[in-house]
């Protein structure tokens, strides 16, 4: 049998006769590929990327001389539409690469290793390439860049060649140049859109993101921005002004009608979406000053620094008080009180970390992660005046057609959630914006003709798809914490229109991925295997249906979950909607109607796994979530989950190897087994005490953060052998190392602000955070903004945590029916990292990262204490004390305790001499922390009076409380005076002496002193418990007198 010959095409092109032929040859070969998908394999099996490589590296910078060869008259008849032979055949070879980019996942892995993405990179450059071979090279670049978003189901792939090679200081400049070209020209128009959707297509991390901002990309996306502003005639710039019409406004010309605002929104956001120190340099960007520039303002001032002109416990009426000429566009507010979004009190714990920390949760492209993040923090508003820009684009949001109505309202609540907005603005987005984005929910939405880009060629969804995916994540986006948001969105039937989407997403019919070519010897996988890399196809990924219905699945439960996170009214509306059998076949690793895809799995090697179509990561990320937000109902808990079945996929998420499921997975379970939850037992049974055990040993912080927090949970009011047997499974010895996982980092401390202790182990100093002294810790001005924030988290939500009954136990002796009595125990809030608000360069990465995991490790170690708290409470707590000591080892505990206690020591001397000038600064522990440690000893004290003695004789631990009466904090003051009730409580006759002991020791101490000046206490119950504690101490020195 004869081989087949190459065939002349790939002859010609591979050693050309003349460059006419090798136009013609490359015409020949794009006339055969393109919509010809079994051509598309069979020419990348016979090589053909190596050949076009070549020609496209004949590319040469000598940008002048190219145009001086255009616009001149000479070799004209080697010209083809203004170009030379040699540009004829780069931009035929552009296109074909296009056309095998076009053919999906698949052809990524041969292009990359083709060699084809440097040269194609090297041809985007205005000034060096003629305006078509620019424009080719970004329509191939952004057809590679939708093939890799569909080559992995959590959206990131080992083959990363076109992010690496893109995001240098050479090539970003390149698209700096591209979005500030200000020429009418369709051309120039189409290659600024494609430039902007391949930055929102390629930006997954935070180091990419900062390399834009740094490049100068974001501020030339805030250019483009400013050009729709003028176009729009809304600039307030005194030489033009609002209203007069279109015009220049500085170096700003205005946006023509071949112009498309879409594609640069998309791309802002891409930037500013996790960093609210970019949001506020784009806010801040001079073309912004430019274009809102005031006759009173310095246009070059900082957004920071303008002049606080609202009064933030009014509520906004923009017809009233409007700030800029821009809000009389927009239709007038109603007058209402500011009701709180504040998450409301519950007897659930508040929602807690579900994302990886520190860089994991940087590059997630999952937005289900993401939107935990943003529900564990409050919402925040600024305090100065609000930048125009807010305005007018809530006046787009309205105006435009959907596609970029849509991406003004996504930027807007990225703005809104960052807290750049005034306080008025949550009605108004609750008014204005949410039934727009109802409205963008309806099966019969008709998509206006001007919605369509013809700019971006993406081949990855379509505008009404796009609509579809996008519009519940803004939603979710703007609902999470906001009450006010959230009524609006149930009030417009959001509700029901989710519920609907999610349900017809399992009628879609997935098609099968493209087809090999049919050949009657077919290569075998030993033959493919022994081809170069640039002539075998990678792995199929999964198709653009697919990718729209995981899309789909994954923002309709984000957006469920953020509307059903905080009452149990819509919680109630979603379950009669009949979405819980939903969001469990979401969770489910396998779906029997459902045809399994193979997806490969993440990580440095490809190994394959079987899939539902749709059940990819995302998805059932974000299913935990919304399993998550509705088990935070008694009542969902005990019928529609528990009926539905949800613990068992579940489980099968808790084993699997994916680090973000487990996470996930047990996130839920800390809902589910709480004391009243009747799958409590179940899960029990079914082996969930030893697998969170295991992950609670897991490098991965919030894994194991949210395994102990589970633990916590699964320990209070258990038997006693689920206590035993869960304090063995994780090892005494592991348990104190948690607890005191203060990490020395006194190496570092000029950039990380370490307390230094007395033991050199070190701990954060927080900003303006209350220490136990009651003093407000601001040492070093320097400190960064998102460790300030992220210190006071466990702080902010302390209102709500001491709501939770989770760990009630005997802590009083003195009630009415002299039985024992029900305190509530105080939860950390267990929430998930920040994200970053500073980063600007590699070393704030750095910085951040650092300081993340001290926060938290410094819940983990709150969590760990509450875990000795519940083991020692309730049914048989005078054995599990005794069983507790023996195990952590009695003096350890006790000097465990008192070192959670003892005040830092700063050691400032190298870093800011003006602090002191001994260059030593006592810094007290976070008050959470002394919370959890207050509420151990108060369990013991309320044990067998043989353990009361023993706590007595701790002197120094005792001491260590004495100020701690005077603390500004309620609850910790609460702690003391349990401490002191139970000390003094006389079991029966036989304690009386040993009592009357207790009782002078505590007056030695001072004790006596501090709680007579708690009788002008601000909280009545606190009065009146230290009433009864005095009440104790002086009958027992009474009767001894």
Request: net charge neutral; aromatic share 4%.
């Given at each position: ?21 090798q136009?013609a ?26 050949p ?31 170009r ?7 931009l ?31 041809l ?29 189901s ?25 979005l ?10 189409q ?54 019409g ?26 500013i979406?996790h ?49 800029n ?62 930048s ?36 008025g ?46 519009a ?88 469920l979950a ?11 509306t ?64 005990r ?19 994916d680090?973000?499921?487990?996470i ?20 029990v049974?079914?082996?969930a005490l ?73 701990t ?81 990465i ?61 050691n400032?001397?190298?870093r ?9 600064r ?8 002394i ?37 500004p ?51 009545l ?21």
């Amino acid at each position: 049998m004869t081989r087949p010959s190459t065939p002349p095409i790939l002859s010609e092109l591979r050693s050309a006769s003349s460059p006419a032929s090798q136009v013609a040859a490359l015409r020949a070969l794009k006339n055969e590929v393109i919509g010809h998908e079994q051509k598309k394999e069979m020419w990348i099996g016979l090589g053909v990327l190596a050949p076009i490589a070549r020609i496209l590296n004949t590319h040469k910078g000598s940008g002048k001389r190219r145009h001086r060869d255009v616009n001149g008259s000479r070799n004209q008849s080697k010209r083809r539409g203004g170009r030379s032979d040699e540009e004829e055949a780069r931009l035929q070879a552009i296109i074909v690469v296009g056309s095998l980019a076009y053919g999906g996942p698949a052809y990524v892995s041969p292009i990359h290793a083709g060699l084809v993405i440097s040269p194609l990179l090297a041809l985007l450059s205005p000034t060096e390439s003629p305006p078509q071979l620019v424009l080719a090279a970004l329509r191939t670049l952004n057809a590679v860049a939708d093939s890799l978003l569909l080559s992995r189901s959590d959206h990131n792939t080992t083959d990363n060649g076109l992010l690496n090679l893109l995001y240098t200081e050479q090539h970003l400049q390149t698209i700096t140049n591209i979005l500030l070209q200000f020429s009418p020209s369709l051309v120039a128009q189409q290659q600024i859109a494609l430039a902007a959707a391949l930055i929102h297509k390629t930006c997954r991390d935070e180091h990419q993101r900062v390399l834009l901002a740094q490049a100068g990309v974001l501020d030339a996306l805030a250019v483009r921005l400013a050009s729709f502003v003028v176009a729009t005639g809304c600039s307030l710039n005194p030489s033009t002004g609002v209203g007069s019409g279109p015009g220049h406004v500085g170096d700003i010309p205005p946006a023509n009608s071949r112009s498309r605002m879409a594609p640069v929104l998309q791309a802002i956001t891409a930037v500013i979406q996790h960093s609210r120190a970019r949001a506020i340099q784009f806010l801040s960007a001079q073309a912004f000053a430019n274009v809102f520039q005031k006759p009173d303002t310095d246009a070059g001032s900082s957004y920071e620094r303008k002049a606080a002109v609202w009064n933030a416990s009014n509520a906004f009426s923009s017809r009233q008080a409007p700030p800029n000429l821009i809000e009389n566009l927009l239709p007038p507010m109603p007058n209402s009180h500011f009701r709180s979004s504040l998450v409301p009190q519950s007897n659930f714990p508040p929602r807690g970390a579900l994302g990886p920390s520190g860089k994991q949760s940087q590059t997630s492209k999952s937005f289900s992660s993401a939107i935990e993040v943003i529900q564990s923090q409050g919402l925040e508003f600024i305090e100065e005046e609000e930048s125009p820009l807010i305005a007018w684009l809530l006046h787009i949001a309205r105006i435009e057609n959907e596609v970029t109505g849509l991406m003004a309202a996504w930027t807007l609540a990225i703005l809104y959630r960052h807290g750049l907005t005034k306080r008025g603005r949550e009605a108004t987005f609750a008014l204005l914006l949410v039934p727009l984005l109802t409205r963008m929910l309806d099966k019969d939405l008709k998509i206006s003709s001007d919605a369509s880009s013809p700019h971006d060629t993406s081949f990855l969804t379509s505008p009404e798809n796009a609509i579809e995916e996008q519009a519940p994540l803004v939603l979710a986006m703007l609902a999470a914490n906001s009450l006010e948001v959230q009524k609006a969105a149930a009030d417009a039937g959001a509700i029901k229109k989710l519920s609907q989407l999610l349900k017809e997403s399992y009628d879609v019919i997935i098609p099968n991925s493209t087809a090999s070519l049919w050949a009657p010897n077919p290569s075998t996988s030993a033959q493919t295997e022994m081809r170069e890399e640039g002539s075998r196809l990678g792995h199929n990924g999964i198709s653009t249906a697919a990718y729209h219905v995981v899309r789909l699945r994954e923002s309709v439960l984000v957006a469920l979950a953020a509307i059903a996170s905080d009452k149990d009214e819509y919680r109630k509306t979603i379950i009669d909607q009949g979405v819980i059998p939903f969001v469990i076949r979401t969770l489910k690793s396998g779906d029997a109607n459902s045809p399994p895809q193979t997806i490969p799995q993440t990580g440095s090697t490809l190994e394959s796994r079987k899939v539902p179509a749709g059940n990819h990561k995302d998805a059932i990320l974000a299913a935990c979530g919304a399993a998550r937000a509705l088990s935070r109902s008694v009542s969902t808990l005990r019928t529609s989950l528990m009926d539905a079945g949800l613990a068992a996929p579940l489980f099968v998420l808790l084993r699997c190897q994916d680090m973000e499921l487990q996470i996930a997975a047990t996130a839920v379970v800390v809902n589910l087994v709480l004391s009243f939850s009747p799958m409590r037992e179940a899960i029990v049974e079914a082996g969930a005490l030893k697998i969170l055990c295991e992950h609670a040993h897991s490098m991965n912080t919030n894994l194991r953060l949210n395994s102990v927090w589970a633990l916590k949970h699964l320990v209070y009011e258990a038997s006693k052998d689920i206590k035993v047997k869960c304090l063995e499974e994780l090892g005494p010895g592991w348990l104190k190392q948690i607890i005191n996982n203060d990490v020395d980092f006194h190496t570092s401390t000029s950039t990380s602000r370490f307390g230094d202790r007395e033991d050199g182990s070190a701990t954060p100093i927080r900003m303006s955070t209350p220490n136990a002294a009651g003093e407000q810790v601001d040492l070093l001005n320097a400190v960064e903004e998102d460790s300030r924030e992220s210190s006071q988290d466990l702080e902010e939500d302390g209102e709500e945590d001491l709501k939770m009954s989770d760990s009630i136990g005997a802590l009083g002796r003195a009630e009415l029916d002299r039985k024992q009595h029900n305190l509530s125990s105080h939860h950390t809030n267990g929430r998930g990292p920040l994200l970053e608000t500073t980063a600007m360069t590699s070393r704030n990465i750095e910085r951040h990262s650092s300081h993340q995991g001290l926060t938290d490790d410094l819940a983990i170690q709150k969590q760990g204490l509450d875990l000795i708290r519940n083991l020692i409470c309730g049914t048989g707590a005078l054995e599990m004390i005794d069983f507790v000591f023996r195990e952590l080892g009695q003096d350890k505990l006790f000097e465990m305790l008192a070192a959670k206690l003892r005040p830092r020591v700063l050691n400032t001397f190298n870093r800011d001499r003006r602090l002191s000038e001994s260059g030593i600064r006592h810094i007290q522990p976070h008050t959470e922390i002394i919370i959890s440690t207050c509420y151990i000893i108060v369990h013991i004290a309320a044990g067998h009076p043989r353990q009361r003695q023993l706590l007595i004789s701790q002197t120094e631990l005792l001491k260590l409380i004495v100020p701690l009466f005077s603390n500004p904090s309620k609850d910790i003051r609460t702690c003391c005076v349990w401490l002191v009730t139970n000390l003094t409580w006389v079991d029966d006759n036989s304690d009386n002496m040993n009592c009357k002991t207790r009782a002078r020791e505590l007056m030695k101490l001072g004790i006596f002193e501090k709680l007579e000046a708690m009788d002008h206490d601000e909280v009545l119950d606190i009065r009146e418990r230290a009433k009864i504690a005095l009440h104790q101490i002086s009958t027992l020195l009474r009767s001894q007198g």
